[in-house]
């Protein structure tokens, strides 16, 4: 169930993968206008497809939202440049799980946007205090960590900057909460809590399956059924995305110089194999057909 905002604003979500389909229509849903910006052409002329495949799924996870899916599409705009959000009250950055990418948004976004409008950075891993320090004003920078699936994971872990103003914080927490949106904020640090924590369980879950010590299926049944999880750490691995799960551990590595951060070769060689999860219809499980399978060991 979405929570109306007490006031519709204009948000822009640019880089609109899975991370941005889903928070693009959970703000639609919400009744805000949404700019969604995609730089990729052929991905952006695509969304109007995607959209509408995403929503069918968020209410099948989440239920309706008593918005027609006509009006709910209609409230996204799909500009052609980034320029388009020029006058957009927040800018989500939900681009690829990269550093330099993302330096190289803020620093084009210190052009665009207006003076007093917020930039919340989506990311798992990258630290938002660099981020901030290529913002025009980085007291309107702050972390906000998007979960997957979208619609239905309550909690959106919260990371100020060192320079994040008081005022940008309370906006921030209010702002979630006209979503229907826990705010939990935390420290920044590189992979903040959830991250640092469930990568190295999605990580060492991808060495037990290339040592052979248990197949993906078998690995995530015990935490379902023995911890009570709602899903298992290579299902949610692929429901990330693996490239993303491989760009994050490069990043904690690269950060906290600690090898228990270095990537599952085995995890590397499935993205360089192009299976990168539910998203390319294969990672450690096959989703080719209605019925999912599990995809062979190394």
Not at 56 to 68: C, D, I, N, T, W
Not at 223 to 237: I, S
Not at 243 to 256: G, I, M, R, Y
Request: charge should be negative; hydrophobic fraction near 45%; include cysteine.
């Amino acid at each position: 169930m979405q929570h109306e905002p007490s006031a519709s604003t204009h948000v822009a979500v640019i880089g609109i993968g899975e991370m941005g389909l889903g928070i693009a229509l959970l703000l639609a849903s919400s009744g805000h206008e949404v700019i969604a910006f995609e730089k990729d052409p052929v991905r952006r002329a695509a969304l109007p497809h995607e959209f509408k495949r995403q929503l069918r799924r968020q209410r099948m996870l989440a239920g309706e939202s008593g918005v027609p899916q006509a009006d709910l599409i209609g409230r996204i705009r799909v500009p052609d440049e980034v320029e388009a959000v020029r006058d957009a009250d927040w800018i989500i950055d939900c681009i690829v799980e990269n550093e330099d990418a993302k330096i190289a948004l803020a620093d084009a976004l210190s052009d665009i946007v207006r003076p007093d409008a917020v930039i919340a950075v989506n990311t798992s891993c990258v630290p938002i205090t660099r981020l901030a320090a290529r913002a025009t004003d980085p007291t309107r920078v702050i972390g906000m960590h998007f979960m997957n699936p979208v619609a239905s994971i309550d909690a959106v872990e919260v990371i100020p900057a060192v320079q994040t103003s008081v005022d940008t914080e309370e906006q921030a927490a209010a702002f979630l909460t006209s979503l229907g949106k826990n705010a939990l904020f935390v420290s920044d640090s590189p992979g903040f809590v959830s991250n640092r924590l469930s990568h190295l369980l999605m990580n060492e879950a991808a060495m037990l399956v290339s040592e052979g010590v248990a197949e993906p299926g078998r690995i995530d049944s015990i935490f379902r059924d023995g911890y009570g999880h709602r899903m298992g750490p290579l299902e949610t691995a692929d429901l990330i995305g693996l490239d993303t799960v491989v760009n994050s551990l490069d990043v904690l590595f690269a950060e906290f110089k600690d090898t228990k951060f270095r990537c599952s070769p085995y995890l590397r060689r499935l993205v360089d194999a192009g299976y990168l999860g539910r998203k390319s219809g294969r990672g450690f499980y096959d989703y080719s057909s209605k019925t999912t399978t599990k995809v062979a060991s190394a």
